[in-house]
């Protein structure tokens, strides 16, 4: 047998036994091909603003994506927040409980955070003015940048949906049913990324942050804060990888709308 045709039969062999490997076994093979310099997105944000809120993903898979990161969950039952590798549920009762492996997620964005640069905020923000700061002083328009934001607020403004029932609606409507949530003197964690608005359809251009407490206890969609003396780690992201639903209401929705007209007055019933 020549060396040319050996290493065929070699490679041949190798690919078949792949295919016989155990489902969790090839999976961790899968996941070794992951970048850890990419934001990883499931669905689109124009789906969700369309009422498409049955979870396709889980969040045994989500986590081989990354470490860090924002969405919701099965029939947009709450806020998640995926923190140091664990994630929380955040429910319209202001709870963040743990996430069980098997539970799916409609949208969601998480990234493996690896801070490239760290800004100390000293004297009294809010979250307008840190997001301004950080525009002008830091951000280049056109990059994807994962933030964490980590100190003692002052004050912390949430919300959080309660699950939907079929027919569902669109998010518009959905997010009539939020609740408000306002923390004092509270220790946690800000996270979430920043997105160029030429993703205008596929995610929300600017800040989408979500906020927990160091107790893991409450947190929410961030709405409102304020503090000093915070630390800001910063991660620019080169990729974008996404993973689209492949059947349910995904392929049978119009996902046409105007998504950042309608998410302009989802933010307005917050104020």
Not at 8 to 34: C, E, N, R, W, Y
Not at 70 to 96: P, R, W
Not at 110 to 115: A, L, N, R, S
Not at 134 to 139: A, C, I, R, T, W
């Amino acid at each position: 047998m020549s060396k040319a045709i050996g290493l065929l039969f070699v490679a041949i062999v190798l690919a078949v036994a792949l295919q016989l490997l155990p489902g969790s076994f090839a999976a961790d093979l899968k996941s070794t091909d992951v970048s850890d310099d990419a934001l990883f997105q499931t669905s689109t944000l124009s789906a969700l603003n369309a009422g498409v809120f049955d979870g396709t993903l889980t969040f045994k898979e989500l986590k081989t994506h990354g470490d860090t990161g924002v969405g919701t969950f099965n029939h947009l039952d709450g806020e998640m927040v995926e923190v140091d590798g664990n994630i929380y549920q955040v429910k319209s009762d202001g709870v963040a409980y743990p996430v069980n492996d098997s539970m799916k997620t409609p949208f969601a964005e998480v990234t493996f955070f690896k801070p490239e640069r760290t800004v100390q905020v000293n004297g009294t923000m809010n979250l307008t003015s840190i997001e301004k700061y950080l525009q002008d002083k830091v951000l280049t328009k056109n990059a994807f940048y994962a933030v964490r934001i980590d100190g003692t607020f002052d004050y912390i403004k949430t919300r959080s949906v309660p699950a939907q029932k079929e027919p569902y609606p669109v998010l518009t409507e959905a997010v009539k049913g939020q609740k408000i949530f306002e923390f004092h003197n509270q220790t946690g964690s800000v996270v979430g990324f920043w997105c160029p608005d030429y993703m205008k359809t596929l995610n929300l251009p600017g800040y989408h942050l979500h906020f927990i407490n160091l107790a893991r206890s409450a947190g929410g969609h961030l709405l409102d804060l304020r503090a000093n003396n915070i630390s800001i780690k910063l991660d620019r992201l080169s990729e974008f990888e996404m993973d689209l639903p492949t059947s349910g209401d995904f392929y049978n929705t119009s996902l046409a709308g105007d998504v950042q007209s309608d998410l302009k007055k989802v933010e307005a019933n917050t104020k």
